[in-house]
């Protein structure tokens, strides 16, 4: 099995920053990918930041030039650099990663417990 522990959520005032960890723990043999979502209320999930094993990343639009996502293989560990933060960032930021663990067959998706993120006007 496969545990996601997230840190680094919490309040910060607009403009400010805030840097996401999320670590990956378990049976893994790899990982082939990590990145954030986020869920503000009464919307949809949608994707922050994903990067793979290779190092090809991608960012949601809205985060671009301000969000960075990075990694540390050797830590089984995805970073979300945050920042020039803005009220409309409020959310629930999930980590989601695509492992493959020596107990199964493939790979398959995890999801971490979710941290929240608010920034204040």
């Known amino acids: 099995q496969v545990q996601l522990v997230e840190s680094g959520g919490g309040l910060v005032q607009a403009g400010g920053s805030l840097k996401l960890s999320c670590a990956a723990s378990g049976s893994i043999s790899s990982v082939n990918a990590m990145g954030w979502y986020r869920q503000a209320p009464g919307k949809q999930r949608e994707l922050v930041a994903i990067?793979?094993?290779?190092?090809?990343?991608n960012c949601a639009d809205s985060v671009k030039g301000r969000f960075t996502i990075s990694r540390d293989n050797a830590k089984k560990t995805v970073y979300l650099q945050m920042n020039s933060l803005k009220p409309e960032d409020t959310a629930v930021y999930s980590c989601y990663a695509y492992i493959a663990t020596t107990m199964v067959r493939g790979a398959r998706e995890y999801w971490g417990e979710g941290t929240l993120v608010t920034v204040s006007s």
């Open positions: 990067i793979t094993s290779g190092g090809s990343t």
